[in-house]
């Protein structure tokens, strides 16, 4: 199978750091992402790891592990405006390069 | 420059009626993926189009068919709807469709469709 694991909720406060943790039971993937998306609005790339460490981009860093079957989004320096749901998806290597999702994990950042 | 545009935005249809979806990619994409997004999950895989041809589709029942034009715009259309197709249905596009661009698809805003 490719189950791809996320906490459904996770709360923070303003200013803080939070780790969204996601892990997957497949292998021979592509690469990971990990996409931001708002109360009805469309999902919103924010990282991509192809290899095993990690990728930082401002406030937003993200680690992938191959041999563990994991990988974590880190926000810092939280704002309110990231209380969104942060989506992890794999790749595969099949002509359609479709993106298979987990759930989702609804992050509330409190003032 | 306009990003991944989806009509309609909302959309109520009854059990049993058809309905299509559109969606025009970002200028110069030849990919075009459709997913299905029921509430409280993550999007799921119902098709892939490149240069009008399908490269790819998830697990989806036949009443669920799209096409891709010339001018690389899409339509998903499903037949005989059931209360369990309401959704948001995501349309994503990308230059080659393939996921490995740094950027990987760029989405739509979705069109959400009610089934009563």
């Known amino acids: 199978g490719q189950n791809i694991d996320q906490p459904t909720e996770m709360t923070a406060t303003e200013g803080a750091i939070v780790q969204i943790n996601c892990t997957y039971q497949?292998?021979?993937?592509?690469?990971l992402f990990w996409y931001q998306q708002h109360a009805g609005e469309a999902p919103t790339f924010l990282s991509y790891?192809?290899?095993?460490g990690l990728e930082e981009k401002g406030r937003f860093s993200s680690f992938l592990s191959r041999s563990k079957g994991y990988s974590y989004l880190l926000l810092k320096e939280l704002q309110m405006k990231d209380s969104a749901s942060y989506l992890c998806?794999?790749?595969?290597?099949?002509?359609?390069?479709?993106?298979?999702f987990g759930s989702g994990t609804q992050l509330t950042v409190l003032p | 420059d306009a990003g991944v545009t989806q009509s309609p935005t909302h959309l109520i249809k009854t059990r049993g009626q058809h309905v299509t979806l559109r969606c025009s990619p970002i200028?110069?994409?030849?990919?075009v993926s459709w997913y299905q997004q029921v509430l409280g999950q993550g999007p799921q895989f119902i098709f892939q189009?490149?240069?009008?041809?399908?490269?790819g589709r998830g697990n989806f029942p036949d009443r669920f068919s799209a096409r891709q034009f010339p001018n690389y715009s899409s339509e998903l259309n499903v037949n005989a709807l059931l209360l369990g197709d309401s959704a948001l249905y995501l349309c994503?596009?990308?230059?080659?469709?393939?996921?490995?661009?740094?950027?990987?698809?760029?989405f739509g805003s979705g069109t959400r469709l009610t089934v009563v």
């Open positions: 994503a596009s990308s230059l080659l469709g393939r996921a490995e661009f740094v950027d990987g698809y760029t």
């Open positions: 497949t292998s021979g993937f592509n690469g």
């Open positions: 790891n192809v290899l095993d």
């Open positions: 998806a794999v790749s595969f290597p099949n002509s359609a390069r479709q993106l298979t």
């Open positions: 200028s110069g994409h030849k990919s």
């Open positions: 189009y490149y240069e009008k041809e399908e490269r």
